[in-house]
């Protein structure tokens, strides 16, 4: 393991800042909003060029109205885009349980819905703004165009959620530098709703599964629809643990580096025509 030197310092009332400056044979940092700093690139043999390329997905414009409950058993979630399987972050392998994002949008908003497998559901946060990657969280990090901000959305199985802009600079070989965030961003006008299938927080019994359905309005990331054609930058991550400390990073996309901060590892997501949906869900339930 590399070395790590953290040092903790106030930052705003309610944002703390944390440097961290480790070797080239680091330690795993995701979804630390805060600010990080590397000695130097991941690898001195490592380029972004030399890397599989990120995972892309067309999002299906749809017309389809859905009940948040945290269910996503009506139609137009069967239509929507499918980003499976979640492999774990260094893509060495698939996750021991499934993992499942469904993407569609209409003139207003975003809809993400997600199916996690989960014998053994973990989670104790449900203050908005916990630090929820230290138990089991479904992250999503999202930009319409720089690589450099984006948003980073997340929620755990008790339907706590964490929102915040990250600043990341990149080197001149597109990999993150350093990482700043600004907890205080809220995603005003997004809507979510958690299930968890089995009992959270009790490890005696045997969990199913949790799901998420999320409502994000393009004018949360002050954007206006996506016009057919455009393309934004994206992953989906998870954090999936048991009793006992056994953990997997997932993605959707792989980073195949040591953190899910590396925005050129994003996955692109490329918004359909409405002609590519299906307007017969209209009006369903
Ligand atoms: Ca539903
Ligand atoms: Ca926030
Ligand atoms: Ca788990």
Redesign the pocket.
């Known amino acids: 393991m590399g070395k790590i030197f953290p040092t903790a310092m106030k930052h705003r009332a309610s944002q703390i800042v944390f440097l961290v400056v480790f070797g080239l044979t680091g330690f795993s940092w995701c979804a630390v909003p805060l600010v990080l700093a590397r000695e130097s690139a991941p690898s001195a043999s490592l380029t972004l060029n030399g890397l599989t390329p990120p995972n892309r997905v067309t999002v299906p414009k749809l017309s389809g109205v859905?009940?948040?409950?945290?269910?996503?058993?009506?139609a137009v979630?069967q239509k929507a885009a499918v980003l499976a399987p979640f492999q774990l972050n260094d893509g060495s392998a698939a996750g021991a349980e499934s993992t499942e994002v469904r993407l569609w949008y209409d003139d207003q908003n975003l809809y993400i819905g997600w199916l996690c497998q989960d014998s053994d559901i973990l989670a104790t946060f449900t203050k908005r703004d916990s630090e929820l990657w230290n138990e089991e969280v479904a992250e999503c990090f999202i930009t319409p165009q720089s690589l450099e901000t984006y948003f980073e959305l997340q929620w755990n199985p008790l339907g706590t959620i964490f929102d915040a802009i990250i600043h990341n600079r990149l080197d001149s070989n597109g990999f993150s530098r350093s990482i700043q965030g600004d907890w205080d961003w809220t995603a005003q006008g997004m809507t979510a709703?958690v299930v968890a299938d089995g009992t959270v927080g009790q490890s005696g019994d045997q969990d199913r599964k949790w799901t998420v359905?999320v409502i994000l309005p393009f004018s949360d990331l002050d954007q206006s629809t996506p016009k057919a054609g455009e393309v934004w930058r994206a992953n989906f991550y998870r954090y999936n643990r048991w009793t006992g400390g056994k953990l997997e990073l997932l993605s959707w996309s792989p980073t195949l580096t040591k953190t899910f901060h590396e925005p050129n590892r994003f996955g692109f997501l490329e918004f359909g025509s409405l002609s590519s949906g299906i307007d017969s869900a209209k009006g369903e339930q």
């Open positions: 859905i009940q948040l409950d945290g269910l996503l058993d009506e979630w709703k359905e």
